[in-house]
T-cell receptor, first 120, second 116 residues
Framework: DTGVSQDPRHKITKRGQNVTFRCDPI?????LYWYRQTLGQGPEFLTY????????KSRLLSDRFSAERPKGSFSTLEIQRTEQGDSAMYLC??????????????????FGEGSRLTVL | AQKITQTQPGMFVQEKEAVTLDCTYD???????LFWYKQPSSGEMIFLIY??????QNATEGRYSLNFQKARKSANLVISASQLGDSAMYFC?????????????FGIGTKLQVIP
């Protein structure tokens, strides 16, 4: 397994277009996170999946954003009617349920290299 | 209120010296985890160290140690014997376990520059 992979790595689009990003997590990881990061800022939480269930979604996420994780494997993040303010790096991360009971597993996040979106 | 606060936008350290990066957190959950990640200019996020809220000992990983002061809600990262390759952004993060759900929140980061 080569880690978390994201596709595409870069996307340039015109305002108003739809874009979709894909994330393939580490195969045995049941948890998947999407974050957005702008220049000079920390990753901002967008949404979280445990297996195929989307358990939490940031209140900052507008209705133009939707994420899915069919069958609990890969995930997609779609942005509809993109705006210039959507320009950012979109990071995907996955983690495993550790061997011990919560909260004793570390469950660190393994990040992909990100998908950079530029909206013109 | 901010969940994770990193008050040092930038830090400089001389090569081979030790440096402390500050992090305070805010949670009402009794069980939580604290992480530090490094992000070099290349952009990848690299996991450095983890501290669980129930851990009695401060976590250590090689040159990295986490100074965990639970009552003060602080989780400072100490890097000993700084190297030029340590120059990067450093993010403190917290995982809260609430109702079986997990959310990992990051701070805004500290930019560390190691001076030869």
């Amino acid at each position: 397994d080569t880690g978390v992979s994201q596709d595409p790595r870069h996307k340039i689009t015109k305002r108003g277009q739809n874009v979709t990003f894909r994330c393939d997590p580490i195969s045995e990881h049941n948890r998947l996170y999407w974050y957005r990061q702008t220049l000079g800022q920390g990753p901002e939480f967008l949404t979280y999946f445990q297996n195929e269930a989307q358990l939490e979604k940031s209140r900052l996420l507008s209705d133009r954003f939707s994420a899915e994780r069919p069958k609990g494997s890969f995930s997609t993040l779609e942005i509809q009617r993109t705006e210039q303010g959507d320009s950012a790096m979109y990071l995907c991360a996955s983690s495993a349920l550790g061997g011990g009971p919560e909260p004793f597993n570390t469950g660190e996040l393994f990040f992909g290299e990100g998908s950079r979106l530029t909206v013109l | 209120a901010q969940k994770i606060t990193q008050t040092q936008p930038g830090m400089f350290v001389q090569e081979k010296e030790a440096v402390t990066l500050d992090c305070t957190y805010d949670t009402s959950d009794p069980s939580y985890g604290l992480f530090w990640y490094k992000q070099p200019s290349s952009g990848e996020m690299i996991f450095l160290i983890y501290q669980g809220s129930y851990d009695q000992q401060n976590a250590t990983e090689g040159r990295y140690s986490l100074n965990f002061q639970k009552a003060r809600k602080s989780a400072n990262l100490v890097i000993s014997a700084s190297q030029l390759g340590d120059s990067a952004m450093y993010f403190c993060a917290m995982r809260e376990v609430s109702g079986g759900y997990q959310k990992v929140t990051f701070g805004i980061g500290t930019k560390l520059q190691v001076i030869p």
